[in-house]
């Protein structure tokens, strides 16, 4: 395994919650329940996996250490930006969900946030994923890719947040919304 490996494996774990965050969306614009318990497991994937796992990862580690051969910059600085924005999209589903909870209305921008965030993931995955294929190929050395697995493995509180995200999207897959 590899460090680059490591991120290809997050993503395939994202691509799930793409297609779950797809189906929510598009059950809630047809006017179908959605219990706000399954909504808020996919807002805390969002921000306990996807925030403090993998742009952590990408953030502190991967970037730095391919930008540190002043190479493919202007990607990087992209790919940062974009993590901003899937941020801010995270919180506005956050901020009308919580809303919605407390009695008001709010189906109509929660369905359009997770929307944007589908799109955004779709276009920011497809991107860093030819991003991964450069650098495993002309940037990063075999030792360096070997370490950075070490490293991301070495966060022991990871290993079990990485359990509980994959738990809770083999959870989303079974519910009734998803499979009908
Ligand atoms: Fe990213
Ligand atoms: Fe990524």
């Not at 990607?75 to 909870?101: C, D, P, T």
């Not at 650098?135 to 070495?154: C, G, I, P, T, W």
Request: glycine share 2%.
């Amino acid at each position: 395994m590899s460090g680059t490996e490591t991120l290809r494996n997050d993503h395939r774990q994202i691509r799930r919650l793409e297609k779950i965050v797809v189906r929510c969306y598009t059950k809630l614009n047809e006017g179908i329940d959605i219990p706000f318990s399954d909504i808020d497991m996919i807002v805390s994937i969002m921000s306990e996996f996807l925030d403090a796992i993998h742009y952590a990862r990408e953030e502190d580690q991967y970037f730095p250490c391919v930008a540190s051969y002043d190479s493919l910059k202007q990607e990087i600085r992209v790919f940062m930006i974009e993590h901003e924005f899937g941020r801010r999209i995270a919180s506005n589903i956050s901020k009308y969900l919580q809303k919605w909870k407390s009695g008001e209305n709010q189906q109509e921008p929660v369905a359009r946030f997770l929307k944007a965030y589908s799109v955004y993931l779709d276009d920011h995955l497809t991107k860093e994923d030819k991003f991964f294929d450069a650098a495993e190929n002309q940037v990063l050395s075999q030792d360096e890719e070997k370490m950075m697995y070490e490293e991301f493995r070495a966060v022991t509180a990871v290993a079990t947040k990485l359990e509980d995200m994959i738990k809770s999207l083999d959870y989303l897959e079974s519910t009734p919304w998803m499979k009908n």
